[in-house]
C-alpha cells in the first residue's frame, strides 16, 4: 500500500528547521545541527542550494570516490565558497523570535466609573465631624463639586493631618505639589488655602476628562500618566487610591 507522506507549509517547515537550531543553544555542536543550518540557509537561499546539489550529481561522486580520489564530496564541500558561515547565536535568536506571536498590547485597567451629576455637583451634605467640613463645604461649592467627595479624598490623601508632607514632596490636606500651590497661589499648609487650591485643580481635572475616577487618577498620578493610556494607568497605587475614594464616596452618599 502506498505510503503518501502530507507536504508540509513553508511556515511549517522553517518552523521546524528553526527548532533544531534553537537546540544547539543546550547541546554541543553536532553534525546533525550543522545540517539543519544548511537546510534553513537553503530554504531562505534557495538559489545558493541549488548550486549545492547540482555539485552532488552521481558521476561527481563516482569521480572523487575512485581509488587515489579525494574522499567523497559532501553537502558542506559542495558549497564551495557559498557555504553558509555558522550562525551566531543572535543571528539564530532572531530567526526563532521572528516566528514568534506578537504579544497584544497593553490595555489599561477598567474600573468603576462613576460620572454621575449626584457623584461629582455640589448638594448639601451632612460631614464627617471634623475640623475641615465647614471649609470643604465653602470651597467644593464654589468649584460645584460634591463636598463628600472632595472629604473622602482629603482622608486617602492625607487623613485630614494638613502638616502631612510625602516622599515626593506633597503637603497638606490635598497634597498638593510645590507646583500646584503656586500656579493656584496658596499656602500648602494652611488648611483652608490648601482646600481652596486642591479643589480648584480638581474641578479643572473634571473638566478636562468628564469622569470622576479619571481625574481621581490624573489628581493622583498626574495628567500624563491618563493621557498615556486613555484612562487610568495601570499602577497599583493609583487604582487603589480611585476604587478606595469611590467606595468611601458611597458610604458617605448611604449615610445622607
Known amino acids: 500500500m502506498p505510503y503518501f507522506q502530507p507536504r508540509l507549509s513553508k511556515s511549517l517547515a522553517v518552523a521546524t528547521l ?50 587515489g580520489a579525494s ?19 543572535d543571528q539564530k535568536q532572531a530567526m526563532i523570535d521572528a516566528f514568534k506571536p506578537k504579544p497584544a498590547p497593553e490595555q489599561p485597567p477598567k474600573l468603576l466609573a462613576i460620572d454621575t451629576d449626584k457623584a461629582v455637583r455640589y448638594a448639601p451634605a451632612k460631614l464627617d465631624s471634623q475640623p475641615f467640613a465647614d471649609w470643604i463645604d465653602i470651597y467644593s461649592k464654589k468649584q ?13 490623601e492625607s487623613r485630614f493631618d494638613p502638616n502631612i508632607v510625602s516622599p515626593k514632596g506633597a503637603s497638606g490636606l490635598m497634597q498638593l505639589m510645590p507646583g500646584t500651590a503656586a500656579e493656584y497661589n496658596v499656602d500648602p499648609f494652611d488648611p483652608e488655602q490648601n482646600i481652596n487650591g486642591g479643589t480648584q485643580y480638581f474641578a479643572m481635572l473634571l473638566s478636562k476628562y468628564k469622569r470622576v475616577d479619571y ?30 475614594i469611590l467606595a468611601d464616596l458611597a458610604n458617605l452618599e448611604a449615610k445622607n
Open 18 to 67: 528553526i527548532l533544531g537550531i534553537a537546540a544547539q543553544g543546550f547541546a554541543s555542536a553536532t553534525e546533525q545541527t550543522a545540517t539543519e543550518e544548511q537546510e534553513l540557509y537553503e530554504y531562505l537561499f534557495p538559489e545558493a542550494g541549488k548550486t549545492a546539489r547540482q555539485a552532488l550529481t552521481p558521476e561527481r561522486v563516482a569521480e572523487q570516490t575512485t581509488p
Open 71 to 89: 574522499e567523497a564530496p559532501t553537502m558542506q564541500s559542495a558549497w564551495g565558497r557559498q557555504q553558509p558561515k555558522a550562525w551566531s547565536a
Open 144 to 156: 460645584d463639586l460634591n463636598p463628600l467627595l472632595v472629604q473622602a479624598m482629603i482622608k486617602q
Open 215 to 244: 481625574a481621581l487618577a490624573a489628581y493622583n498620578a498626574g495628567p500624563g500618566a491618563v493621557d498615556k493610556y486613555g484612562g487610568i494607568p495601570p499602577y497599583p497605587e493609583t487604582q487603589n487610591y480611585v476604587s478606595t
